[in-house]
């Protein structure tokens, strides 16, 4: 039976392990639907695992609403983090790929952290400093270099959709800390997989309308299917195995151990996306991954 201490490290590696499918499995559905179709559609594993796992730890009766002023906060924030935020990470995972897309993204603790000393007051860690060297070497060597104007366009269109997506999730982690302050967890997954299914489908329907919608209808089972679980992976359950991993040991461990991410992310995209991952794009992610470390301790 695994110790107290093993079974964090492993909860830990588990939402590693996740959060590198995830994306996998969101390239794949890019080839079948458009970024806004991939957005609603796998609405479905989240909101499924969210309303599983607050009947699971509160029973049914959680159900029941927030007051509204906090409702509408839950609202304003998840769409914002979780709909516009992910729906410019599609657009970037498209663009650039599983192998520089994922460990770019990965670096938004740089705009976190000292985010989170100008709004939420909290100390100033000189370290940061250090970490961010790191990680904007990192972003260097992973910027790839367009041989042609239409890839260079590209390439750019990519990575300023990956700053924008770190801006979305930074406003939508801070938030989240507040929001967690006034709600049970379960419960603001819950109503968070709420907000973004309905703002993923309005903004679905409102760009694609009865098209989108046949669009989606002639989708195979297993797109659907992988469109779900991704959801499922990406939003409720990775997020489950690194909250609870906190309770059985230190968060400089926990942080450490789910950096592994970019490069869980880039070993599976290379075996079932067949990207192509170099020396320097290894190098790249070492470097992000040892100042998202570092950042985080």
């Given at each position: 039976?695994?110790?107290?201490?093993?079974?964090?490290?492993?909860?830990?590696?588990?939402?590693?392990?996740?959060?590198?499918?995830?994306?996998?499995?969101?390239?794949?559905?890019?080839?079948?639907?458009?970024?806004?179709?991939?957005?609603?559609?796998?609405?479905?594993?989240?909101?499924?695992?969210?309303?599983?796992?607050?009947?699971?730890?509160?029973?049914?009766?959680?159900?029941?609403?927030?007051?509204?002023?906090?409702?509408?906060?839950?609202?304003?924030?998840?769409?914002?983090?979780?709909?516009?935020?992910?729906?410019?990470?599609?657009?970037?995972?498209?663009?650039?790929?599983?192998?520089?897309?994922?460990?770019?993204?990965?670096?938004?603790?740089?705009?976190?952290?000292?985010?989170?000393?100008?709004?939420?007051?909290?100390?100033?860690?000189?370290?940061?400093?250090?970490?961010?060297?790191?990680?904007?070497?990192?972003?260097?060597?992973?910027?790839?270099?367009?041989?042609?104007?239409?890839?260079?366009?590209?390439?750019?269109s990519g990575l300023i959709a990956a700053v924008l997506t770190m801006c979305?999730?930074?406003?939508?982690?801070?938030?989240?800390?507040?929001?967690?302050?006034?709600?049970?967890?379960?419960?603001?997954?819950?109503?968070?997989?709420?907000?973004?299914?309905?703002?993923?489908?309005?903004?679905?329907?409102?760009?694609?309308?009865?098209?989108?919608?046949?669009?989606?209808?002639?989708?195979?089972?297993?797109?659907?299917?992988?469109?779900?679980?991704?959801?499922?992976?990406?939003?409720?359950?990775?997020?489950?195995?690194?909250?609870?991993?906190?309770?059985?040991?230190?968060?400089?461990?926990?942080?450490?151990?789910?950096?592994?991410?970019?490069?869980?992310?880039?070993?599976?995209?290379?075996?079932?996306?067949?990207?192509?991952?170099?020396?320097?794009?290894?190098?790249?992610?070492?470097?992000?991954?040892?100042?998202?470390?570092?950042?985080?301790?």
């Amino acid at each position: 039976m695994l110790s107290g201490s093993w079974l964090g490290y492993s909860l830990a590696f588990l939402a590693a392990v996740s959060w590198a499918i995830a994306p996998v499995l969101y390239r794949r559905g890019v080839d079948h639907v458009s970024y806004m179709g991939l957005g609603a559609l796998r609405c479905t594993g989240y909101l499924a695992s969210a309303a599983a796992f607050l009947v699971f730890t509160m029973g049914p009766a959680a159900f029941a609403p927030p007051p509204l002023p906090m409702l509408g906060f839950v609202v304003l924030c998840s769409v914002i983090w979780l709909v516009v935020g992910d729906l410019l990470y599609f657009v970037s995972l498209h663009k650039l790929g599983v192998t520089i897309c994922v460990p770019v993204t990965s670096a938004y603790p740089l705009i976190v952290v000292p985010a989170s000393w100008i709004f939420l007051g909290e100390p100033v860690k000189p370290a940061v400093f250090f970490a961010a060297l790191l990680i904007v070497g990192g972003l260097i060597l992973l910027s790839p270099k367009g041989e042609d104007s239409g890839q260079k366009k590209q390439i750019r269109s990519g990575l300023i959709a990956a700053v924008l997506t770190m801006c979305c999730w930074t406003f939508g982690i801070l938030t989240n800390k507040v929001l967690m302050q006034n709600m049970p967890v379960p419960q603001l997954e819950m109503w968070r997989a709420i907000s973004v299914t309905i703002g993923s489908w309005a903004l679905f329907l409102a760009f694609e309308g009865r098209n989108g919608l046949q669009g989606a209808r002639m989708l195979s089972r297993k797109a659907l299917t992988e469109m779900a679980v991704a959801g499922a992976l990406g939003l409720t359950i990775g997020n489950l195995f690194f909250t609870y991993s906190l309770r059985y040991t230190t968060v400089d461990i926990v942080a450490c151990i789910a950096s592994l991410r970019p490069f869980l992310a880039a070993m599976f995209a290379t075996f079932i996306l067949r990207e192509h991952l170099t020396l320097r794009l290894a190098g790249g992610i070492v470097l992000v991954m040892a100042g998202v470390v570092a950042i985080s301790l």
